[in-house]
């Protein structure tokens, strides 16, 4: 198939970048990313600076790949990594139209590559449990319902890719955030820490300059391993606890 | 060289708790005053600095990634071993070793096994109260599931995604503390040199990927942790940044490679689709526990599906070849990997292959899903269930095991597994061989400690399914911390180490020349291309089975390979920004050096074990065999350009009887 793709460059963090255009064949067993491997193919064959786009695991886990497709956070498809997305979902003579996760929290590096560090940040700010190597009990001496773990799964399968930034217009980290604190608050271990994690990390990611959250709902929509909303309404629950008391 | 292995006296079972409780120690105020490097933050490198950091050692730690979350020790999908026996079906710290060292076709080190196995308890406890959520009986309790090469259920997992959820675990152990300050965080920094003083590893250079600076890192001693280097094939199920450099500086460095040519090839991934494939998914070990591999018995059926007149679905029960179940009938579907990939390769090089290149096998859950489906209307009260309802619940069951990696091969091929078998093929998955090291993890070079995947020390010459993850941790949590003090304590007295000498001067002048001449080639074919060619060479002539004539000839190759890269090799862009083509050429030009001695090692050990299958050596059934009477050794190369020499650690089995491996 032969496609048209618009592509936004920028040469580092100080240029203000365009787009460009260019025509690339692709086989419709293709990933997303292998198509663009083989426009970066033919740039360096031109002599010409290829495309920079984060990317690592090519299987859908390690949150590197970024783009924003046609518009959306990782494409057209419902809980799939730009990686993960297949060029059977195009057609030939299709434009594609491909830039980096904007958000002012996630400056670009250079073309589709963005700086995510402020999602580390958070991380250090409280989400995690404090327990030193070797300070364990036996795995077994705390049941844990398996309902409950399994919904502290679905908090914790976050790869921390920042498309529900991308996707939201206020840019907020809600979603990720929420996620880190429901994870933890549902297992009994994480209980302990839970109002100084709440206040820490919403502290930490104010300060990074992350948006509010006004319940748009599209970081759910474009969340690749699709994480509920859930996560942040527990959150505000949690938040106004910590606040004035309570729970 | 003599190799010291510095294994501790004493009974099997008592050396690592005896050694653990004489070792030196290292007080709180001198741990202030010591530094230490820890390279990769996957599953070793993440909790190794992060328990260093407890301890109150000065850890800087570094990744090539954003973050140390994106390491591909997250994506390893299946689960972790322990000895816990949870299940009470007679599992045993003694039986993860033996299973183990038979599983690694006994190439590997007892005591190092043995301690890998008592530590396996620990590290499912720390990650529990890191919060980790595995899966759950419906009384709370963990829940385990069975790996290939054992007869016990011992395997923990968090649906397919174990590894995502024990690296986060340590990812946030860590985070705890870069937040304190106790651990230096540096992200997007590559490793490209090891600097020596006086004998010792004190430090590294590095270049930050975001500006192309070449800076300098010192501290009393470093640690590698930076993986494997299935990449070499260039086609792996590793992650498309996974290299060997940070290793490989150190082997230019005078530390030893030890069997390189031990590869494991995961028997269950998803068939090379074309020439534009980027990389190999892996479909986790785990789906063999319910999945039937199967070809057809006959050619012609095979050829009719290659062709798309049949289907898998037309092909009748006593048409099919469950090939694992006849071959191995104690073990079934369940043998190890290496066992398994051979297997897959002997159908399809008879003609049975179910994909249009021919390469390819199929992963059958029609039966589970009966069996399931059955089981679950029984335990619903549905009486006499039809077909129709039997498929339905059954799909919900084996839906709740395998969910993610059903859905996984579902956008990548585009095929409905629950209906349709899974076409599978074996792919380069882990790298048993590594840098040399002790008893201690430390390689011969004084002050370089290697640990997790980057290491060769416990698995052999072939990885049993759920080990890799137990390695790491146990390497990072639970070993290092406590034998880099050996070497810390001797270390007490030495002042902080400068940058400032000779030695580290001299070193990043050296690695920016390098850099500068692998730009100043100006030639005309990319990075890119060179690694696929390295790829081919690799996977034909020391892939999954190996001769004497094609290791010679393939190694002669990658030597012509080297030369053309030098003289022909192109980098786009600039030294000082960010480039990820000149991060893939230095890479690359590693890889080309570590596959000349791959080859190498494949041709010097005659005889087959494990992962490493030599033509000439087989039983009359086509099984792989030992040489124990000249091959119990583990293999250390020495580099050099032109020759590299082999060195020889014998192994010595006190406590298990070589035997013939076998699965029937």
């Not at chain 2, 001693?221 to 590793?238: H, I, K, Q």
């Not at chain 2, 060619?533 to 002539?541: A, N, P, S, T, V």
């Not at chain 2, 230095?586 to 087959?608: C, K, P, Q």
Request: glycine content about 8%; some cysteine.
């Amino acid at each position: 198939m032969e496609l048209k793709l618009k592509i936004w460059r920028q040469k580092n963090q100080k240029d203000s970048g365009h787009f460009e255009s260019y025509k690339v064949e692709a086989e419709e067993h293709m990933s997303f990313l292998e198509m663009l491997d083989v426009l970066n193919q033919q740039l360096i064959e031109q002599k010409k600076e290829p495309v920079a786009f984060d990317h690592d695991c090519r299987e859908g886990i390690c949150g590197s790949c970024s783009l924003v497709i046609n518009g959306r956070p990782h494409g057209p498809q419902a809980g799939t990594t730009t990686c993960q997305l297949h060029m059977r979902a195009y057609k030939s003579g299709d434009t594609i139209t491909i830039e980096p996760f904007r958000a002012s929290s996630f400056p670009v590096i250079k073309d589709l590559v963005v700086d995510r560090s402020s999602f580390d940040n958070i991380i250090q700010s409280g989400g995690y449990i404090s327990v030193n190597t070797g300070q364990a009990p036996d795995g077994n001496a705390i049941p844990i319902e398996k309902d409950l773990s399994s919904e502290a799964f679905d908090s914790a399968t976050c790869i921390g890719c920042g498309a529900c930034v991308a996707a939201c217009p206020n840019g907020s980290a809600m979603l990720f955030t929420s996620a880190k604190i429901n994870h933890l608050q549902k297992m009994p271990q994480g209980k302990v820490e839970h109002k100084n994690r709440v206040k820490n990390m919403i502290k930490q990611m104010d300060k990074e300059g992350f948006g509010q959250c006004s319940n748009v709902g599209a970081c759910e929509v474009e969340c690749p391993k699709e994480i509920s909303t859930k996560n942040i309404a527990n959150l505000n629950r949690f938040y106004l606890g910590t606040v004035f008391g309570g729970e | 060289m003599k190799l010291e292995a510095r294994i501790p006296e004493g009974n099997l079972s008592d050396k690592w708790k005896k050694y653990r409780g004489s070792m030196n120690l290292v007080a709180p105020n001198n741990k202030r005053r010591l530094d230490v490097i820890v390279v990769g933050t996957g599953l070793a490198g993440a909790s190794a600095a992060a328990t260093l950091g407890e301890l109150g050692y000065n850890v800087k730690a570094f990744t090539f990634h954003d973050s140390p979350r994106r390491a591909h020790s997250i994506a390893a999908q299946g689960g972790i071993n322990a000895a816990k026996n949870y299940q009470n079906d007679g599992d045993s710290v003694y039986r993860l070793f033996y299973d183990t060292i038979k599983g690694g076709d006994y190439r590997s080190r007892e005591a190092n096994v043995h301690r890998l196995a008592e530590c396996s308890t620990e590290i499912i406890d720390q990650a529990v109260a890191q919060g980790v959520p595995f899966a759950r009986e419906y009384g709370g309790l963990l829940a385990n599931r069975s790996f290939g090469g054992v007869q016990v259920s011992r395997t923990f997992y968090a649906r397919g995604q174990t590894g995502q959820q024990l690296l986060i675990g340590a990812y946030q152990s860590l985070s705890r503390q870069i937040a304190t300050g106790q651990v230096e965080m540096y992200n997007r920094h590559e490793m490209l040199d090891l600097v020596m003083i006086d004998g010792k590893a004190r430090g590294i250079i590095t270049r930050n990927l975001l500006t192309g600076e070449i800076d300098r890192h010192a501290a009393h001693c470093v640690v590698l942790a930076t993986g494997g280097y299935g990449n070499v094939f260039y086609l792996s199920t590793n992650a498309m940044g996974s290299n060997v450099s940070a290793a490989w500086r150190a082997v230019k460095k005078g530390a030893l490679m030890a069997n390189p040519c031990f590869t494991q090839i995961h028997p269950t991934c998803i068939p090379v689709s074309g020439e534009y494939q980027s990389k190999l998914t892996l479909m986790s070990e785990s789906l063999r526990n319910d999945g039937r591999v199967w070809v057809p018995k006959t050619e012609e059926d095979a050829i009719a599906i290659r062709e798309g007149r049949k289907t898998a679905l037309d092909i009748a029960e006593e048409d099919r070849d469950y090939y694992l179940e006849r071959r191995y009938p104690a073990f079934g579907n369940l043998v190890p990997r290496d066992v398994a990939s051979r297997a897959a390769k002997v159908a399809t090089d008879e003609n049975k292959g179910v994909v249009k290149t021919g390469l390819g096998v199929f992963l059958d859950f029609a039966a589970a899903i009966e069996r399931y489906g059955k089981a679950e209307a029984l335990t619903k009260g549905i009486q006499n269930p039809s077909k129709e309802k039997v498929t339905e619940l059954g799909e919900q069951v084996v839906s709740q095991k395998y969910g993610n990696l059903f859905q996984m091969y579902e956008k990548i091929t585009g095929e409905n597994p629950y209906k349709m078998p899974m076409k599978i093929y074996p792919a380069v998955h882990y790298t048993m061989g590594g840098l040399w090291v002790d008893y201690n993890l430390q390689t011969n070079v004084p002050g370089l400690f290697a640990v997790g995947e980057a290491n060769f020390s416990d698995h052999g010459a072939n990885r049993l399914g759920a080990s890799a993850l137990m390695q790491g941790l146990a390497d990072g949590y639970f070993v290092l911390p406590y034998t880099i003090g050996q070497f810390l304590s001797e270390e007490i007295r030495s002042p902080k180490i400068s940058t400032d000498s000779a030695e580290f001067e001299a070193a990043e002048k050296a690695t920016k020349d390098r850099l500068k001449s692998l730009f100043d080639i100006k030639g005309n074919q990319s990075v890119e291309s060179f690694h696929r060619r390295l790829g081919k060479i690799m996977w034909e002539y020391c892939g999954m089975s190996r001769n004497a004539e094609g290791l010679k000839k393939g190694r002669q190759m990658i030597r012509d390979l080297k030369q053309e890269f030098y003289s022909d090799v192109f980098i786009p862009g600039e030294e000082n920004e960010f480039n990820p083509e000149l991060e893939k050429a230095t890479r690359v030009i590693d890889f080309i050096e570590l596959g000349e001695l791959m080859m190498l090692d494949a041709l010097e050990r005659n005889e087959s074990c494990g992962g490493h299958f030599r033509e000439e050596y087989r039983t009359e059934e086509g099984e792989a065999m030992r040489n124990d009477q000249d091959y119990t050794f583990v293999s250390a190369w020495e580099w050099d350009d032109d020759n590299p020499v082999l060195h020889k650690e014998e192994l010595n089995f006190e406590n298990v009887e070589l035997k013939t491996r076998s699965y029937k």
